[in-house]
Every structure is written in C-alpha cells, then in structure tokens.
C-alpha cells in the first residue's frame, strides 16, 4: 500500500514537473549593450583566461595520473 502511494505520488510529480513551462532565454541585446573593455580589463580578461586553462591543464595532469595508479615522478620546483 505504502509502494502504491510513493509511485502515484512519484508519477503525480513528474506529471506536474512535465507541465512546467521552460524558462525563456535571456535576451540577447543586453549582452551586446555593455560597453567596450578598457585597454588593461581586456589584458586583465586575456591573463585570467590563461590562468584558467592551466589549471583545467593541470587538473587533467592530476586526474590522468590518478588513473595510471600515481606511479609517474611528480615534478619537482626549484626555488
């Protein structure tokens, strides 16, 4: 009995959840009206990028070595 009221209420909610209207996209004109970045935001953006791919790059060093088992020599720093 309890089984049959948990599926009902399970289906009653993906019904209902179906239903739901998509929430309508953004505008795209408000993305276009901001205005040109200065000289250094823009260098700024451009070295914030870089950063951001080295760390995704370094991200998949670390999970690639995760999967061999760790047995690759970590790269050492030198001071």
């Known amino acids: 009995?309890?089984?049959?009221?948990?599926?009902?209420?399970?289906l009653l909610a993906g019904a209902v959840y179906a239903?739901?209207?998509?929430?309508?996209?953004?505008?795209q004109r408000?993305?276009?009206?901001?205005?040109p970045l200065s000289k250094e935001d823009a260098e700024l953006v451009k070295e914030l990028a870089?950063?951001?791919?080295l760390?995704?790059?370094k991200n998949l060093d670390l999970?690639?070595?995760?999967?061999?088992?760790?047995?690759?020599?970590q790269p050492q720093r030198g001071n």
């Not at 408000?30 to 205005?35: E, I, N, R």
Request: proline share 12%; charged share 25%; no cysteine.
């Open 50 to 53: 870089l950063l951001e791919r």
């Open 63 to 73: 999970f690639e070595q995760e999967q061999d088992g760790g047995e690759k020599d």
């Open 1 to 10: 009995m309890m089984r049959a009221l948990i599926l009902s209420a399970a």
């Open 30 to 35: 408000a993305a276009q009206q901001q205005p």
């Open 55 to 57: 760390e995704l790059v």
């Open 19 to 27: 239903q739901a209207p998509a929430p309508q996209p953004l505008p």
